[in-house]
C-alpha cells in the first residue's frame, strides 16, 4: 500500500502527513476572518517596527552628534535612572494615596499618578533615547506632561462609565464606619 516517492498524496487513504494539510480543503471558517487577522496582527506589529526604527535613528543621530560612548551613556544612565524612578514611585504614590483616602477624598488623582510615573519609569528603563525621554517627562513633567494626561485618562474613564467622583467616606475627619444609623429590624421569611 505503499506509494513511490514523490507520487504525491493518495487519494484513497487522505493527506499526506509529512506534506501538511491539503490546501485545497475546505475550511469552515467564517468569511472575513483571516483578513481581520492579518489586519490585527499589522495593527500590533507595525508600530513597534516604527518604535524601533525611531530608536535606531535617534540613536544614530545623537551618537553622530556626541559620538559613539556617549550616546552609549546615555541611554545607560537612562536605564539607571529608571530603577531608581521605579523604587522611590512606588512609596510615595502609596504615601499620597493614603493621605488623600484619611482625608476622605478618593485617591483616583494620586493613583493614577503614580501610575504615570511608574510607567515613566519604565519607559526610562527600557533602551532607547525616544522612551527614555518620554519617560523622563512623565517622571518631571508634572504640570506639562501628567496633568493633562491624567485628566484625559478621567474623561475616557467617565465616558466608558467607570466612577471617578463619589467616595463612601466624603468629608474629612470621617472614618470608614461612620455613618447615619438607620433603625430597623431584620424580618425573618
Known sequence: MSQPLGAGPDPAHGPDPAHGPDPSARHDLPPGTVRRARLRALRLTLPLVVGVAVEVGAFLLVADLVGV?????????????GFVVLGRAGRRSWQAAMTATREGRPPADEL?????????AV?????????GLV?????LGRRLVRTPVRALLMRRARRYGVPTGSWPTAGPGRKPGDGDVVQGEVVED
Open 112 to 120: 493614577l499618578d503614580g501610575v504615570l510615573v511608574f510607567v515613566g
Open 69 to 81: 560612548p556617549l550616546a552609549v551613556l546615555l541611554v545607560l544612565g537612562s536605564t539607571l535612572l
Open 135 to 139: 519617560g523622563l517627562l512623565l517622571v
Open 123 to 131: 519607559l526610562l528603563i527600557l533602551p532607547g533615547l525616544v522612551n
